[in-house]
């Protein structure tokens, strides 16, 4: 039970000092510079012979696009980021839970179900995002030239997954709530 503890103290401290502040530079530098950090990074990598699938087509048109299509590009991608931050939060909270030692309670429970609705849907938005991002940024173009793409990415596979493990954990959650309280009920 200490171990679980340290390590959630550990990982809430690094949620508020690194991960947090990092989304929010991530954020602002993507759309005020107009080259993402993940388009470098996939130009980099891409160029040492590796393919990322961070990059996409459209975070290189951020600097050439009209004040309108940068501003609805915002909201558009401000979303993804609203969602993640949404979902760390949640993983404060039940941080929180733990370091109280409430590992099977339903407190836990439902962060764990809350925690895995938020992946979904940002899961699912992230499709979503890109065909978006990739109308907004060609929507200035001329007709003809303007492009709608769907792109289905390693990163939303893996997302996917991810997502079916919070699944698994949210009803192992459930059922060790469950035997901890027969167990409490039990003399």
Known sequence: MKSIKSYARFLEWFCKLVLIPGLVITFIHKWSEGVSVFHRVNEILTGLGYSTGLGYSWESNISSMPVLSCVLGVVVDGISYGLIVWGVFCVLKLLKAYKR????SFETFGFFRKLTKIAFIFTAYEVVNHMLMSLISSFHNPPGERM?????????????FIVGCLFVISSLMYEGYKLKKDQDLTV
Not at 101 to 104: A, D, N, P, T
Not at 148 to 158: A, E, G, P, R
Request: aromatic residues 12%; glycine residues 6%.
């Open 148 to 160: 709608l793409s769907i792109q289905i990415s390693n990163y939303d596979i893996t997302n996917l």
């Open 101 to 104: 030692g409430e590992i099977f």
